[in-house]
């Protein structure tokens, strides 16, 4: 019932920056549902790098904070990460999730961020 596409991952160099896009579609309103970042590397368990509520409160694991911003737009229906100074242990697959009112969580496919030192 929801659908979520990522775009926007790549290689980049230590210190740049990077904008990760989420487009949500589906039977689920947009606007009820709390969206969030995720990243994974092999080997490691699926972690939490922001949140952000559906009235905009947002959250941010210590390792990104200050660094990182997610936003959101109810219009356009998409979720996005803002990624500066970027450090080469935030090399991981990003994936996008939706948490509808409903419960359960949807993930996107996945997006690979690589930061080279």
């Known amino acids: 019932q929801v659908q979520l596409v990522e775009s926007g991952g790549g290689l980049v160099q230590a210190g740049g920056s990077l904008g990760l896009s989420c487009a949500f579609s589906g039977s689920i309103f947009f606007s009820l549902c709390a969206m969030g970042w995720y990243r994974q590397v092999p080997g490691k368990q699926r972690e939490v790098v922001a949140s952000?509520?559906?009235?905009?409160?947002?959250n941010y694991a210590d390792s990104v904070r200050g660094r990182f911003t997610i936003s959101r737009d109810n219009v356009k229906k998409t979720v996005y990460l803002q990624m500066n100074s970027l450090k080469p242990e935030d090399t991981a697959v990003y994936y996008c999730a939706a948490d509808p009112p409903s419960g359960g969580r949807n993930w996107g496919q996945g997006t690979q961020v690589t930061v080279s030192s």
């Open positions: 952000i509520t559906r009235t905009g409160d947002t």
